[in-house]
């Protein structure tokens, strides 16, 4: 064998031992990148924009903007909930709408205080219930409620107000979650007071179920705004949600517009994870802060 010979065998072989190597440095990269892609997808807040063409609205209130935010599950974005303070305060929204699942736990209240003085600083702020709040009793939904109310924030159980602006006006209803008191008003009983009260007049409810739309809109609501479905938790293209929080499989209305009969329904997918069917898991469908412009259909 010549020197050449014995070198060249010395070179493929140190190039077959680095071969490992180099692909356990590119299997642990993938891994940590992967890693990090996934919490950003659980936890990389999003801004969406969002017009609805909404017919029989209100001259008045054509570009009338609304900040949603649904299903924080006791979350904090940043000390105090800064960043999600200062993400609000950045689109001027005309006002602001909680539509449930604000904690998960009674040990959670603690943070709603700065949450809602923040955001009570920046426009009317308007709250419903949750599942997830009644699930920790009676007692804990009086006591959150009447923290929202100490700092500003107006809660809806049930309860209607008119909304004026440039010389026109709405109704804002709220409805408190079904898994509330057995006795509460109905959202048909409330539509029924509403027109009794203020016949004619377009309204906006806010309620915590997305899966309830057909209920709302048989009843005679104009434009609805919910949470609860989480996105699906996992988005395909083409297709949207994947899986409810009740485990079905391609659920309805998850995220956006939609649209039964006369009435029109808005979606968000949620700021905190969901806790069921698959704890703190989304794919393609990051937390959102969705701002909702309403315009004349």
Same mark, same amino acid.
């Given at each position: 064998?010549?020197?050449?010979?014995?070198?060249?065998?010395?070179?493929?072989?140190?190039?077959?031992?680095?071969?490992?190597?180099?692909?356990?440095?590119?299997?642990?990269?993938?891994?940590?990148?992967?890693?990090?892609?996934?919490?950003? &997808?659980?936890?990389?807040? &999003?801004?969406?924009?969002?017009?609805?063409?909404?017919?029989?609205? /209100?001259?008045?209130?054509?570009? +009338? =903007?609304?900040?949603?935010?649904?299903?924080?599950?006791?979350?904090?974005?940043?000390?105090?909930?800064?960043?999600?303070?200062?993400?609000?305060?950045?689109?001027?929204?005309?006002?602001?709408?909680?539509?449930?699942?604000?904690?998960?736990?009674? *040990?959670?209240?603690?943070?709603?205080?700065?949450?809602?003085?923040?955001?009570?600083?920046?426009?009317? =702020? !308007? !709250?419903? =219930?949750?599942?997830?709040?009644?699930?920790?009793?009676?007692?804990?939904?009086?006591?959150?409620?009447?923290?929202?109310?100490?700092?500003?924030?107006?809660?809806?159980?049930?309860?209607?107000?008119?909304?004026?602006?440039?010389?026109?006006?709405?109704?804002?209803?709220?409805?408190?979650? /079904?898994?509330?008191?057995?006795?509460?008003?109905?959202?048909?009983? @409330? !539509?029924?007071?509403?027109?009794?009260?203020? /016949?004619?007049?377009?309204? @906006? @409810?806010?309620?915590?179920?997305?899966?309830?739309?057909?209920?709302?809109?048989?009843?005679?609501?104009? +434009?609805?705004?919910?949470?609860?479905?989480?996105?699906?938790?996992?988005?395909?293209?083409?297709?949207?949600?994947?899986?409810?929080?009740?485990?079905?499989? +391609?659920?309805?209305?998850?995220?956006?517009?939609?649209?039964?009969?006369? *009435?029109?329904?808005?979606?968000?997918?949620?700021?905190?994870?969901?806790? =069921? /069917?698959?704890?703190?898991?989304?794919?393609?469908?990051?937390?959102?802060?969705?701002?909702?412009?309403?315009?004349?259909?």
């Amino acid at each position: 064998m010549t020197t050449t010979e014995r070198g060249d065998g010395r070179r493929r072989r140190r190039r077959g031992q680095r071969r490992p190597l180099v692909w356990l440095v590119v299997v642990l990269a993938l891994a940590v990148g992967g890693w990090f892609w996934f919490r950003w &997808q659980c936890w990389g807040l &999003q801004i969406t924009r969002t017009e609805a063409n909404l017919a029989g609205l /209100p001259a008045g209130f054509d570009g +009338f =903007t609304i900040a949603h935010l649904s299903d924080l599950h006791g979350h904090a974005y940043g000390e105090d909930s800064r960043e999600l303070v200062e993400r609000v305060r950045g689109e001027k929204p005309d006002l602001i709408v909680i539509t449930g699942d604000l904690i998960d736990q009674k *040990s959670q209240i603690d943070m709603v205080p700065p949450l809602a003085r923040g955001l009570a600083a920046i426009a009317p =702020t !308007y !709250y419903v =219930t949750g599942n997830h709040e009644w699930a920790q009793g009676s007692a804990t939904v009086k006591e959150l409620k009447a923290r929202l109310v100490e700092c500003g924030v107006t809660v809806l159980s049930n309860q209607c107000e008119i909304l004026e602006r440039n010389g026109d006006r709405l109704v804002l209803a709220g409805v408190d979650d /079904p898994n509330g008191y057995a006795d509460q008003t109905t959202p048909e009983e @409330l !539509y029924a007071w509403i027109q009794g009260k203020a /016949p004619g007049l377009f309204t @906006l @409810l806010l309620a915590h179920r997305n899966e309830c739309f057909g209920q709302y809109a048989n009843a005679g609501y104009d +434009f609805v705004m919910s949470g609860h479905g989480h996105g699906g938790i996992v988005r395909l293209p083409f297709v949207g949600g994947l899986i409810g929080t009740d485990r079905r499989f +391609f659920p309805p209305w998850t995220a956006g517009l939609y649209t039964v009969g006369d *009435s029109t329904l808005f979606v968000s997918r949620g700021l905190g994870n969901n806790t =069921t /069917p698959f704890p703190g898991f989304r794919i393609f469908n990051r937390p959102e802060l969705a701002v909702v412009t309403l315009k004349q259909g």
